[in-house]
């Protein structure tokens, strides 16, 4: 149980361009998710956290007009890296809670490799 | 914010001997710490993970300390074996099961050598 999958798992584009990530939660309701970004031999650091049927709440230093999110469901959260440049190329992970049941960890999906050529 | 320091950066190891993976913390209002094992191009998964009302957790052969008072807490994974090569990232919360998000420790990149 508690399967959080990312799709694309890796994605090549053009400088300029929007990329749009998506993160669900397969087998669970997730109200929250979160987002991270990690870049090579480097920890994970949050981006913001995607809560469901409202507005996302960005860590200091994202910009959230750069990275946009929607969590327009319980099962389903999306990163959108607008007007992409070569310095957002990062690995891009999400995480998300059961909201049923009580004390849960996150769980993360496996990733996605976005590199801006 | 919460800030936590992870040592030491690489751990290399005997397969069959154990390995203690150390980190601390800085926000006394922290009441929750995970483990995750990282592989290559995969995300984490998280491997244990302590509240602070308890001093220890085992799992197994993995098991986590806690230290609330001095801020911190450990990792000890004994008899090891080639599988458990990998990053390992500590973590902390002021919330149970990082509600609030998750502050990650830099890694460790532990090596079982055979």
């Known amino acids: 149980g508690a399967v959080v999958s990312q799709h694309p798992s890796w994605v090549i584009c053009k400088s300029g361009t929007s990329v749009k990530i998506e993160c669900r939660s397969l087998?669970?309701?997730?109200?929250?998710m979160f987002w991270y970004r990690q870049f090579p031999k480097q920890s994970l650091m949050l981006m913001a956290t995607?809560?469901?049927?409202?507005?996302?709440?960005?860590e200091q230093g994202v910009e959230k007009d750069k990275f946009l999110i929607n969590h327009a469901s319980l099962t389903l959260s999306t990163l959108t890296v607008t007007s992409a440049h070569p310095e957002d190329s990062s690995f891009y992970i999400c995480?998300?809670?059961?909201?049923?049941?009580?004390?849960?960890?996150?769980?993360f999906g496996d990733g996605t490799r976005l590199s801006i050529l | 914010g919460e800030n936590v320091e992870q040592h030491p950066s690489t751990l290399s190891v005997q397969e069959g001997d154990s390995a203690v993976i150390k980190c601390t913390y800085s926000?006394?209002?922290?009441?929750?710490f995970p483990w995750y094992k990282q592989e290559l191009g995969k995300g984490p998964q998280l491997i244990i993970d302590?509240?602070?009302?308890?001093g220890e957790k085992k799992d197994q052969r993995i098991a986590v300390t806690l230290n609330k008072t001095a801020k911190h807490f450990s990792l000890h994974i004994t008899e090891t074996q080639p599988e458990d090569s990998a990053v390992y990232f500590c973590?902390?919360?002021?919330?149970?099961?990082?509600?609030?998000?998750?502050?990650f420790g830099k890694g460790t990149h532990l090596i079982i050598q055979p």
């Open positions: 926000d006394s209002a922290s009441n929750y």
């Open positions: 995480s998300a809670r059961d909201r049923q049941v009580g004390n849960q960890p996150q769980h």
């Open positions: 973590a902390a919360s002021i919330v149970w099961g990082g509600a609030d998000g998750l502050t």
């Open positions: 302590i509240r602070s009302n308890v």
């Open positions: 995607s809560n469901e049927g409202s507005k996302a709440t960005y």
């Open positions: 087998d669970f309701q997730a109200t929250t």
